[in-house]
């Protein structure tokens, strides 16, 4: 088994488990999972095909196994309370932009689509196949999140879309 292919997706993988998870620790533990999966299930891995859209299909899948198991939101640490700590200190806090938390407030289904295409710069084809959904699903998923994401970092205060003037046809 030739390792170096594997070995050159896993900063590709560090990046995306990262961003995913929002914390250093959990992603390294993500991207240990998914290499152990892959080792593991090596003979399921069709020569020719996308090694890398592979290993980020297993990951997805594991994470989202994690997320299922992990305890409730309750007992977490919320983002929030914790701002001052994340924060640059040569920052000015009223102008700082908290893309992270702001992220993690994204549903996980649009969270994934908007880290692969604009992260790992994925097509949709290719997020389609790691997300195992539909492309119209990618690039409707890809404009909601998008759109939340431009929200939340605007401090969650967005113009009223115009209603559109309706006009009686003679």
């Not at 390792?3 to 997706?9: F, K, N, S």
């Not at 891995?45 to 196994?65: K, Q």
Request: glycine share 4%; charged share 25%.
């Amino acid at each position: 088994m030739n390792t170096a292919p594997i070995v050159a997706c896993i900063p590709a993988l560090r990046r995306y488990a990262r961003a995913l998870t929002g914390d250093a620790w959990a992603a390294d533990d993500l991207v240990q999972d998914t290499l152990e999966r892959a080792c593991a299930k090596w003979r399921l891995w069709r020569v020719g095909s996308d090694l890398r859209a592979w290993l980020f299909t297993i990951m997805h899948n594991v994470w989202l196994n994690q997320a299922r198991q992990a305890p409730p939101r309750g007992t977490r640490v919320d983002i929030d309370d914790a701002a001052q700590t994340l924060c640059a200190p040569e920052a000015e806090p009223g102008l700082l932009i908290d893309l992270q938390r702001c992220l993690l407030q994204l549903p996980q289904e649009q969270r994934a689509v908007l880290l692969l295409a604009a992260l790992e710069d994925f097509s949709y084809d290719e997020i389609a196949k790691v997300l195992a959904i539909p492309a119209g699903t990618v690039m409707s998923r890809l404009s909601r999140a998008r759109a939340r994401l431009a929200e939340l970092m605007d401090g969650g205060q967005t113009p009223a879309p115009a209603r559109p003037q309706l006009r009686r046809l003679k």
